[in-house]
């Protein structure tokens, strides 16, 4: 992800859907019926199903039961059983019509089971359901990830990312850092310019250390309050400090003026890192422990500067 997070759905994309059916005419016959809702797209096995929803990632899947190699609840079960693919709606579209088929179906994650032969106007109506609650499932995902006032990630993304990221280095032996950052004298800002320019601030600052983050993987949050965190993976000590120097000088460079600051007559960030390569006997709450505390070595040496541990 990002580190601004987009919490609208962004223009009204067309969904896709992934059609999967051993049969050609019943492809042909339901990709018809659904061509005025989304995209569709086909598969004729239980193989090229689950590689094309993988590499697709459609956002419904209307799977036949009965097919040649891998059959339907098969694949059904293999989709949720991947983290990438087990968000995906999964309908079964079949001949099948013994309740005991239709309840292992949605036992085993379907959202729906639809019996051929089927009313084209109903299965349109009912994909076309679906795909609304996708999207604003979709849509509840991404504002759950994202800070209400800055736009930026927040903690719960933070967390999740650190996560990932931590088993991800582990695996490769490679090095992760943690950037902590705390806005100085932010509550002698809000008493002296009031909260809503102290948002405003906190707002200017988010964009700012964003920004200044660059390109590759990496996330910044919000962290709470006037806190904010950073990860950044296959960073040694010397290149977090140097990220951690431009993001403290992108602050500087707002020149937003602090007139009860006691370090800067203008706002100043004050940041501690730490970096590590994931192993036994450390988590990724160890690591940011380390940065928590080069964050207070940080202000008790005078605020507005960086200082990393390794
Ligand atoms: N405007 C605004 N203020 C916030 C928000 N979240 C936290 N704060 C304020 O941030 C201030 C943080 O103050 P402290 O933790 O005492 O730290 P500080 O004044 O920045 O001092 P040092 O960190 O020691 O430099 C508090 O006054 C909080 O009310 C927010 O969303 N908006």
Known sequence: MSDIVDPSC???????????????VNLAFVAGVLEAECEVIAASDGTSALRLAAEALPDLIL????????????V?????????TAPIPVIFLTSLSDPDDEAEGLEIGAIDYIVKPFNAPV????????LRLARQHELLERMAQCDGLTGIANWRAFDAFLERQWRHQERLRRPLAVLMMDVDHF???NDALGHLNGDRCLRQIAR???????RGPGLVARFGGEEFACVLPDIDAGAALHVGERMREAVEALRIPHPASS?????????????AIPGPGLDAGALLEMADEALYAAKRAGRDRVVIRT
């Open 208 to 214: 700012a250390v964003a920004d200044a983050r660059l």
């Open 63 to 74: 799977l036949d039961v009965r097919m040649p190699g891998i059959g339907g609840f098969e």
């Open 10 to 24: 962004g223009p009204a994309t067309r969904q896709t859907v992934l059609i999967v059916d051993d049969l050609p």
């Open 76 to 84: 059904c079960r293999r989709l949720k059983a991947s983290a990438l």
């Open 263 to 275: 370090t800067a007559p203008r706002v100043t960030l004050s940041i501690g890192g730490a970096t």
């Open 123 to 130: 299965l349109r109506a009912r994909v076309r359901n679906h």
């Open 187 to 189: 509550k002698a800002y």
